[in-house]
């Protein structure tokens, strides 16, 4: 599967409608974000099954922004609509495929626990 556009308008809908998605947070202007592309584009065809989403922070910038996008390239991974990997910086295709196979492995009901838990210590 090559990867897809996500804009303001369909960002929130691809992240609940799919189990797993990647999303590369980039810009035309970012010399490190057009070296990790076609990293990011290999990685699709090689996980069918994951949503490689491209958002460029210029067009998007709204939710750019709700992300909290500071630096670029910036990935983020969503299983089952939760946020489970956040980083700034190209990486290299061994540690993006490394990426992919933990966040297919985790226990989602594990993850869930471990985000109420956190929500309930005092700030």
Excluded: Y
């Amino acid at each position: 599967m090559a990867t897809i556009e996500l804009t303001d308008g369909n960002f929130e809908r691809a992240i609940k409608d799919n189990d797993i998605v990647l999303v590369d947070f980039w810009a035309t202007w970012c010399g490190p974000c057009r070296q990790f592309a076609p990293i990011f584009e290999q990685s699709a065809k090689k996980n069918p099954d994951i949503v490689h989403g491209k958002l460029d922070t210029e067009a998007a910038e709204r939710t750019a922004a709700a992300a909290g996008i500071t630096a670029i390239p910036t990935l983020m991974a969503f299983r089952e609509g939760v946020l489970v990997f956040n980083q700034a910086g190209a990486l290299p295709a061994t540690a993006l495929a490394e990426v992919v196979d933990t966040v297919r492995k985790l226990d989602m009901d594990e993850v869930r626990k471990d985000l109420a838990a956190q929500d309930e210590r005092p700030a």
